[in-house]
């Protein structure tokens, strides 16, 4: 279950004594914060509530609020935002006796007061505060969610809130948002306000939706071995314009390109759609999106794996003397689009 569905059944009145609400899905954990706190009612005029930034706090005054007794009720709810000293983040706001005090506080917590810590990121798990927030915690970690969490749970929120997908719109969905938590739950409310309806289908999602810089790296790739090099320039020059790099361009167009390679010399082992799925799955440590491995296989179809091997060698090639201040970058790329387009049969 991801930690966003956990943290779904937390209320004032069932809320641990401390709970810590961490996670490397930045887009998962920023849905799981807001929704807990709605959960629980949070509101800054309640006194009752103590509300803390842990990036621009003064410590003392946090130390103070834990251990003083509630206004209006039996207990008071202390909420400590960005505790990010707790992570791997290099950036530090409290000092090693700040952390210290607060170590000692968790050893002996006051009973009246219940604990909110929300840390973005990744826990340092080295640290003795961090061992101690384990032992003691309630933890919600909103780690990157596999597939077919993401399908399941986004699933479940389409039907909540009316939602329909026709055919394979939803997995066109998934696709087009890269798999991504933030990016799918951005795309669904856009798609929200866009249907009236709230009937989805798959021209919908071509033509609602933004697209992303791996669909217009597709679109590249696509110019470039139809030798259309006028669009692929104007192109080039949009993404350029919009602030994209011409190494991150690279890097995106590689990651093209070696997919092509990896289903074209498994489709020719005689290998077939599911296997190469299994097989892609084994040797990158992660199960490939059918839907990617489908595209993958059509596309490359009509490309000789020698061809392939020197396209990714020009982008590679080309990369190298960009980092190296061979030339200027844009020039380099160009004349690696032309390469790759004089290769094409």
Do not use: C
Not at 172 to 184: M, R, V
Not at 188 to 213: C, G
Not at 217 to 234: E, G, P, S, V, Y
Not at 236 to 244: A, F, I, K, N, P
């Amino acid at each position: 279950m991801l930690a966003i569905e956990e943290s779904q059944k937390l209320t004032l009145s069932n809320l641990s004594s401390l709970s810590l609400f961490t996670g490397t899905d930045q887009g998962q954990f920023e849905v799981m914060k807001s929704q807990v706190l709605k959960q629980i009612g949070y509101d800054s005029a309640d006194l009752n509530f103590a509300y803390f930034d842990m990036k621009e706090v003064v410590y003392k005054d946090v130390e103070l609020e834990l251990v003083s007794l509630p206004f209006f009720a039996d207990e008071k709810i202390v909420i400590l935002d960005h505790f990010v000293d707790i992570t791997t983040a290099k950036k530090r706001f409290l000092t090693d006796d700040e952390l210290k005090s607060f170590e000692e506080y968790l050893d002996n917590p006051s009973p009246t007061t219940k604990l909110l810590i929300f840390a973005e990121g990744k826990l340092d798990s080295k640290r003795r505060l961090v061992k101690l927030l384990k032992r003691d915690a309630k933890v919600f970690d909103a780690v990157e969610a596999k597939e077919q969490e993401l399908r399941q749970y986004f699933q479940k929120w389409s039907q909540k809130q009316g939602l329909q997908f026709t055919k394979n719109s939803f997995e066109n969905l998934l696709i087009k948002s890269g798999f991504q938590f933030s990016e799918i739950q951005k795309n669904l409310l856009f798609l929200q306000s866009y249907k009236a309806d709230s009937i989805i289908e798959e021209e919908d999602i071509v033509n609602a939706i933004p697209k992303t810089l791996q669909d217009n790296i597709f679109d590249l790739t696509q110019f470039i071995l139809t030798k259309k090099m006028d669009q692929a320039r104007d192109l080039v020059r949009d993404l350029t314009l919009q602030g994209e790099d011409e190494i991150k361009l690279i890097a995106v167009m590689l990651g093209q390109f070696r997919t092509f390679t990896q289903v074209k010399i498994l489709s020719e082992s005689g290998q077939a759609e599911s296997q190469i799925a299994s097989s892609l799955g084994s040797f990158l440590g992660r199960n490939p999106n059918p839907y990617q491995i489908k595209f993958a296989l059509r596309d490359s179809r009509g490309l000789s794996l020698s061809f392939l091997k020197q396209a990714i060698s020009y982008l590679i090639e080309t990369d190298y003397q960009i980092k190296t201040g061979l030339y200027e970058k844009g020039f380099l790329f160009e004349k690696a689009l032309l390469q790759i387009a004089s290769q094409v049969n």
